[in-house]
């Protein structure tokens, strides 16, 4: 998996950087509301409410991403029979209050002057070298 490009990390800054509530979607998954006790921002920082445990993560991309921390960004071909359209998503592994997170996320720069980007899943990262940054 090669590093994103500078060019990926200045838009992905800028959305995470953004003040703004809409500019970073989190999926269900990322949010934690279900199932898994390994997966999702409310159960990995069980302390703080959703929207300081988002917040706190968008700090901690900033940080990364200010530190020279890439993203790995991976390619995924899409399942016509699952409706899923091919994708490329960036894998960030880096330190959120404390705990080691792998945080994958999709960029969406068709319109370069205002991106977004979805929190697809967040999870513990248990990978040697995990949250090196942040």
């Known amino acids: 998996m090669p590093p994103a490009s500078d060019e990926v990390c200045r838009l992905l800054r800028r959305v995470f950087a953004d003040t703004a509530s809409n500019v970073v979607e989190f999926t269900r998954t990322a949010r934690g509301v279900g199932h898994r006790c390994d997966e999702g921002l409310v159960a990995l920082l069980p302390d703080m409410t959703f929207d300081q445990a988002r917040d706190a993560l968008k700090r901690a991309i ?21 409706k ?41 990262d248990d990978s040697k070298g995990g949250g090196q940054h942040g």
Do not use: I, W
């Open 62 to 82: 900033v940080h990364f991403l200010d530190e020279g921390g890439k993203p790995n960004e991976t390619h995924e071909l899409g399942d016509p029979e699952m």
């Open 84 to 124: 899923l359209d091919p994708a490329t998503f960036y894998e960030f592994r880096l330190t959120c209050e404390g705990r080691a997170l792998y945080v994958k996320v999709k960029l969406d720069d068709t319109d370069p002057d205002e991106p977004t980007a979805q929190v697809v899943s967040v999870k513990r």
